[in-house]
């Protein structure tokens, strides 16, 4: 509806009037149009029409269809979904056991001293009672790690193939466009969502010939797709050097004990270095991310 409001019709054909408006604009529509890409960077009112707008021999000259636009809000939400799935089944995973073990001793200490200590007992027992039981549970969250990182890296070559193989180069020929002049640049947006592109219609003439009508379509849709995956670009870009961080931070957990024996002093700071590796050594991974996320939901002071 806002997209309606501020933009128009998604997309709107003019054609020699031969073809009613509307049937030329659902037909541009469901199937596709197109642009010539060798034709981007000549003269505007010269050379072409518009960027990649001019005539073109078939067969000879070369084409870039667009059939996108009609999906993006599908693919959109689709992503949405996709981003989604890490959370959900980290979530069914866990089933809340932080909050359970821990509940009465988050937070800062207030409330009743006994029945804080009390808990805090029965806390420091269950540990005990459940020593080496949390691998199955830490492998769950490291999966969740690893299915991030996969999750950004999928999306990305997702929408790569999504917009014809040109989401990769999109960022940084918009980056390399802003050093350039003004008259001299050839703006990538346009190229990859260009807002006027071209669209054939055949259809048979009084006498039975075959007639093909050229249609001029405006997209204004792509003024929004352009700036809808520009942001894209930065933020899975941003995402994928985030999540693959985290994803190297938990095999250093996984595979190097002195970096579990360092979280744990400065998580802990009342234990001593002594005290810390010789936990980290009766300790097994599983045990070692429950304490880290337990020094997460409790007050350690």
Sequence with gaps: MLTFLFLGDPISCITDGAI??????????????FTLPDKIGKGLG??????????????TDQVRYHAYYQWVPFMLFFQGILFYVPHWLWKNWEEGKIRMITDGVRGASIGQNDDRLSRQKQLVQYLIDTLHMHNVYASGYFLCEVFNFLNVIGNMFLIDSFLGGE???????VLELSQMDQENRIDPMVAVFPRVTKCTFHKYGPSGSMQTHDALCVLALNILNEKIYIFLWFWFIILA????????????VVTLPSIRETIL????????PQSVSALIRK????????LHLLGQNMNMV
């Design 20 to 33: 009613p408006e509307h049937v030329i604009n659902t037909f541009c529509w469901i199937t596709h149009t």
């Design 241 to 252: 050097i985030i999540s693959g961080m985290a994803l190297a931070y938990s095999i250093a």
């Design 283 to 290: 300790t097994q991974v599983g045990d070692f991310l429950l």
């Design 46 to 59: 010269t050379h072409v029409a518009h960027p990649g707008v001019s005539d073109y021999i078939d067969g």
């Design 167 to 173: 989401f990769f180069s999109y960022g940084t020929k």
């Design 265 to 272: 002093l400065r998580r802990f700071k009342f234990g001593t």
